[in-house]
Every structure is written in C-alpha cells, then in structure tokens.
C-alpha cells in the first residue's frame, strides 16, 4: 500500500492509519525540530503539534509531492513558529571566527563510534542552526535539493550555496575543537 | 576527477552525519495518536450537539407560534360569528390580536434566552 492510498484511508475515517505516518517520519521530524529548538521538550511539542496539524490538513495534502517533504515543511513552520527564531539570519560569523584553523578539503574523524557521536552532535549544536539543518536534511534524509528548498522555502541555488558554506564550515570547526579530522571507518 | 571527490566527501558526510539521527522517545507516538484521536471523537460530538440543538429550537419555535396561530384562529372564528364581518377589521380586533402575537413572540424570546443560557452553562 503506497502512502497516497494510506492518506485515503485516513480521510476516509480510519484514523489509526495515520500510525504508519507517525512511525516512518517521527525521527527526522524530531531530529528537524530539535535542530531548529536546542532542546528536546520543545522538540517534542513541535513535532507533536504539527503531526496534529498534519493530521486535520491532510485534505490539503497534494499527492504529487512526498509526504515526507509536506510534513517535514510543516514541522520547520511550526518550530520556527514556536522558538521566534530567523533561520537564515546570523550567528554564522561568531561560528567562522571560532572555527580559526581553517581546514583543507579531507574530511577525517579516525575514532571510535561513541567519540565521532559526541564529536558530530557538539559541532552541529555550536553551528548555526540553519547551517546544522541543510546538513542534516541533506545527508541524514537523503533529501534531494528541490526537497531541501520546498521545505525550507529557500530557493535551489540558494540551498545549493549554503549547503556548500555548510559543509566548509563543519569541517572547520571539527578542526578548530578538536583538532581532528573526519574519516569514515 | 572533481565530481568523484565530491562524491566521496558526501559519502564521508552521510558516514559520519547518521549517527546525528534523534531517536524519537517512546511516548510521543502514544501522545500524538491519544491527541488526534482524541480531537476526531470531539467533532462528530460537536456537530451532533449542534444539530440537537437546531431541532429543539425547531421544536419549540413550532409550539409556541403554533399555539399562537390556534389562539388568533380562535379568536377569528369567534368574532366572525359572534360579532360579524365588520367587527374583524375594526381597530380593537387588530389591536387585540397584536397583542396576543406580541404575546407569544416575548415568550419565544424568553424561551430563547432560557435555551442559550442552559447551553453555556453546560459548555462550562
């Protein structure tokens, strides 16, 4: 059963149907709204709240568009909504000035699982948020650049630039406080 | 040459980014399913308390200006043969049966304002 028949299913009555929606996409909504909050109690309100929009919306869900990507647009509404927070305005130059040793173009954290974790987490909690979001939706997702701009509301070069200056940036402040360099193992 | 190193750089990244995945705790599905759920059975709740109320008022505008219109049939029919033809378009009959609809109209508007204060007392 495709998602557009599970929509229908909805519509039609069967609200436990919506389970399979808060199933597939609660994670990447949480790890989107957190990303965006800072913390895990607003996180959870947000991602709460806007499967409940989700939900009394889904008649204006248009089916020639993912799901996912509607959701996902309605979770980064409702979390800027709620934090009063401007995405794409800021702290990017305190995060450059941090980030003081710049880095060449490999990418090497040669460490064990728990320590790249903890590495990857601090470095996205201390870039600014907009840059920490474009990385996560565009790697953690698979989400390709039209998606990315559709949820953001950016346009595609605009993303395309700031994922670009996103992936500068992360690799520079891995260098800048840990003194480290990704690998892959 | 360059296309090959990006893509290896965004493989590196996917690598290294799937660990920065936030599980979502246990509850929250629980807690958006009892909230959608519980919003779904407000509404058919809603409409029905609506309809039931649209058919009381129905009920007793029905009663009420039905008893009016018996009370002004009566009166016709009375007067008409009691009293003659004439006597029906005179000032007091129009006048007394003025007064017996201003009458009845004041109790519907009391029976009103009687329904609508019970109905915002029980939303309390």
Not at chain 1, 64 to 70: L, Q, V
Not at chain 1, 121 to 140: E, R
Request: with cysteine; charged share 25%; hydrophobic share 40%.
């Amino acid at each position: 059963m495709n998602e557009n028949q599970r929509v229908q299913q909805v519509l039609s009555g069967n609200t436990s149907a919506f389970a399979y929606f808060v199933d597939a996409y609660q994670d990447m909504a949480i790890t989107i709204a957190y990303r965006i909050c800072g913390n895990m109690q607003d996180a959870e309100d947000v991602v709460q709240e806007s499967y409940v929009k989700a939900f009394r919306n889904l008649r204006s869900f248009r089916s020639d568009s993912k799901f996912s990507t509607w959701l996902y647009r309605i979770v980064y509404n409702t979390a800027i909504t709620h934090t009063k927070s401007q995405m794409w305005i800021g702290s990017r130059a305190a995060a450059m000035e941090d980030a003081s040793q710049l880095a060449d173009n490999t990418l090497e954290i040669n460490m064990n699982e728990n320590e790249r974790k903890e590495i990857v987490a601090d470095v996205l909690q201390k870039m600014p948020t907009g840059d920490a979001l474009l990385l996560t939706l565009y790697y953690l997702e698979d989400n390709p650049v039209k998606e990315i701009a559709k949820i953001t509301g950016l346009n595609e070069p605009n993303v395309k630039v700031k994922l670009f200056r996103a992936r500068k940036l992360f690799k520079e402040m891995v260098v800048s406080n840990y003194g480290v360099q990704i690998t892959g193992t | 040459m360059d296309k090959y190193s990006t893509q290896k750089e965004d493989e590196k990244f996917r690598q290294i980014l799937t660990s920065a995945r936030i599980e979502a705790p246990e509850n929250l599905r629980h807690r958006i399913m009892q909230q959608i759920e519980t919003e779904k059975a407000l509404v058919p709740q809603g409409t029905k308390r609506k309809k039931e109320r649209e058919n009381n008022m129905l009920r007793e505008m029905g009663a009420i200006f039905g008893t009016m219109y018996a009370v002004l049939g009566a009166m016709v029919a009375g007067v008409y043969f009691l009293l003659g033809e004439d006597f029906l378009l005179s000032p007091q009959f129009i006048g007394s049966a003025i007064l017996v609809g201003s009458i009845f109209s004041l109790l519907w508007l009391i029976s009103r304002l009687d329904s609508h204060l019970r109905e915002t007392k029980k939303i309390r």
